[in-house]
């Protein structure tokens, strides 16, 4: 009798925010949700991850700085209250 591997399923719960809500906020409470891990968070191997999807966005200094960079460029493409 051969044994097949146990599948595991696991349900993971994602809070995000809809862009009416995200609009809606004051620069204070975007500030709140950015700091407790809304968009982004470091795990406990250092990697900087997304909190929606948990994908890893920066492994290192190095890619972070850049990450940084490229976020910079893309200010110009933003419009201001």
Same mark, same amino acid.
């Given at each position: 009798?051969?044994s097949?591997?146990?599948?595991?399923?696991?349900? &993971? =719960?994602?809070?995000? @925010?809809?862009?009416?809500?995200m609009v809606k906020?004051?620069?204070?409470?975007?500030? $709140?949700?950015?700091h407790?891990d809304?968009?982004?968070? &470091? =795990?406990h191997h250092? @990697?900087?991850?997304s909190?929606?999807?948990?994908?890893?966005?920066?492994?290192?200094? $190095?890619?972070?700085?850049?990450?940084?960079?490229?976020?910079?460029k893309?200010?110009?493409?933003?419009?201001s209250?």
């Amino acid at each position: 009798m051969s044994s097949q591997p146990k599948k595991i399923s696991i349900t &993971v =719960d994602i809070e995000t @925010v809809d862009i009416p809500t995200m609009v809606k906020m004051t620069n204070e409470e975007y500030r $709140e949700y950015v700091h407790n891990d809304g968009l982004v968070f &470091v =795990d406990h191997h250092d @990697v900087l991850r997304s909190s929606a999807a948990a994908y890893p966005l920066a492994t290192t200094l $190095e890619q972070f700085d850049i990450l940084i960079d490229e976020l910079q460029k893309l200010r110009s493409n933003m419009v201001s209250r």
